[in-house]
């Protein structure tokens, strides 16, 4: 069974960066793409960005193109999402997932465990 094992995150000023990283282990026939998800206090939980597994091909939401890159590491089975230009409207509980593709969190059946970022001065 696929599992998915986050690191990175924590607390940072405006303007800063961070990383995320993803660690796979159990692919399976299924798993298309590695996502990022985030959920903000109060919000639904959106897409940030998509890896394809296949040919690296990545898509961004809007409101991180520019400031986020997502990335992969094949040997290591780990995706990782280098934040930088951070902003308060970037805190949120970030998720990595794995499953087909696009934003749409139903179509991720593997996820990790969630973690904290948080932008604040």
């Known amino acids: 069974q696929l599992q998915l094992v986050q690191s990175g995150g924590g607390l940072v000023q405006p303007g800063g960066s961070l990383r995320l990283s993803c660690a796979a282990s159990?692919?399976?026939?299924?798993?298309?793409?590695i996502a990022w998800f985030r959920q903000g206090p109060g919000k639904e939980r959106v897409g940030v960005s998509i890896?394809?597994?296949?040919?690296?091909?990545?898509i961004y939401a809007e409101s991180v193109k520019g400031r986020f890159t997502i990335s992969r590491d094949n040997a290591k089975n780990t995706v990782y999402l280098q934040m930088n230009f951070l902003r308060p409207g970037d805190t949120a509980v970030y998720y990595c997932?794995?499953?087909?593709?696009?934003?749409?969190?139903?179509?991720?059946?593997?996820w990790g465990q969630g973690t904290q970022v948080t932008v604040s001065a």
């Open positions: 159990g692919y399976t026939s299924d798993v298309y793409s």
């Open positions: 890896i394809s597994i296949s040919d690296g091909s990545t």
């Open positions: 997932a794995a499953g087909l593709d696009g934003w749409v969190t139903d179509w991720y059946g593997s």
